[in-house]
């Protein structure tokens, strides 16, 4: 039987993938752990339990209590909380992901997902359309973590045979979890802006084009690339991924269809200078033709969506 470990299950992928995994493999099956305690109302669903990734002794405890046989290791410190500090950045993203690696080598798991990032690429990389195999200059300390543990899942891939997977999210928009410390948030805020009909500051220029991507394909697509025969996983670093790709103004204006007196103002912070070091949309043929990927959700039909189901589900929470 499939026994999952779910770590950083509180954050914004983790709060809906680890439902997802639910709904895939029953919630026997699945054990959603974070080092928030506070975050445990959240997994009515399943079992919860309070883990920190930097302790490689309780990891491997869970492991063998649970007979774990996959991890999804999705705690992470994202990009702008990153450049507060650094070093703890660094530590939370690399020391975390080689003990889930080298525990995925000792007790021989049948699989690992590990979500890394566009933030990869750098100012030196293409801008649009940008492939697979594009130069990498990330100035970002996440970005650097995320390069480096690209590197280091390809190596414990073919060094010790582990068979880990991973994608290179774009920023990722959904109206059930809030992100945080990114540099791609500012389409999630907006949308709560919106429906409380209060005008919205944007935290970058309005024709700062990103990768982006709702929430549900990118559930979709980590179901999908975990599905996969491994003999279709030609990629062990991390696959681009591609949804959609919009400026805070192009949001804007979808926004104003469905409210019309919708007002965004502009106040680039230290995040404009990340986001211009990030390509503004990506190429995503690798996934598309090893393992059947294709986005369903474009600006459109997303924001339709988040502006319909965002009311009623914060009224319920
Ligand atoms: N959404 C992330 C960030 O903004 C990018 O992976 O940091």
Not at 150 to 169: A, K, M, N, P, Q
Not at 275 to 288: G, L, Q, V
Request: one cysteine or more.
């Amino acid at each position: 039987m499939n026994k999952l470990l779910v770590i950083g299950a509180g954050g914004q992928l983790g709060s809906e993938l680890t439902k997802a995994l639910v709904n895939t493999h029953g919630s026997d099956a699945v054990i959603a752990t974070d080092f928030q305690e506070s975050v445990k109302s959240k997994f009515a669903y399943c079992r919860f339990k309070t883990l920190d990734v930097l302790d490689k002794d309780a990891i491997s405890n869970l492991i063998q209590a649970e007979k774990i046989t996959q991890i999804y290791h999705l705690a992470a410190i994202l990009s702008a909380n990153g450049e507060k500090n650094p070093v703890q950045a660094w530590d939370i993203n690399m020391k975390g992901l080689l003990n889930v690696l080298d525990l995925a080598k000792e007790f021989k798991l049948d699989k690992v997902f590990w979500p890394s990032s566009i933030a990869v690429f750098g100012p030196n990389s293409p801008k649009t359309n940008t492939p697979q195999d594009a130069f990498k200059n990330p100035t970002t300390v996440y970005g650097i973590s995320k390069l480096a543990g690209e590197h280091w899942c390809e190596y414990y891939y073919t060094t010790y045979g582990v068979d880990v997977r991973s994608l290179r999210f774009p920023g990722l928009i959904g109206y059930k979890s809030l992100p945080g410390g990114g540099t791609t948030d500012y389409a999630v805020d907006i949308y709560h802006k919106a429906i409380n009909e209060e005008p919205f500051t944007c935290f970058l220029q309005e024709d700062t084009a990103l990768p982006m991507m709702y929430m549900e394909d990118a559930v979709q697509a980590t179901l999908q690339l975990m599905a996969a025969p491994s003999s279709d996983i030609q990629i062990r670093t991390s696959y681009n991924l591609s949804g959609m790709s919009f400026s805070p103004q192009e949001i804007a204006e979808r926004i104003r269809s469905h409210y019309p007196e919708f007002s965004i103002q502009y106040a680039p912070d230290f995040r404009q200078k990340i986001a211009d070091s990030w390509p503004s949309s990506i190429n995503d043929d690798s996934a598309r033709n090893d393992w059947g990927w294709k986005a369903s959700f474009g600006l459109t039909e997303m924001t339709a969506e988040i502006l319909t189901k965002l009311p009623s589900y914060i009224h319920n929470l």
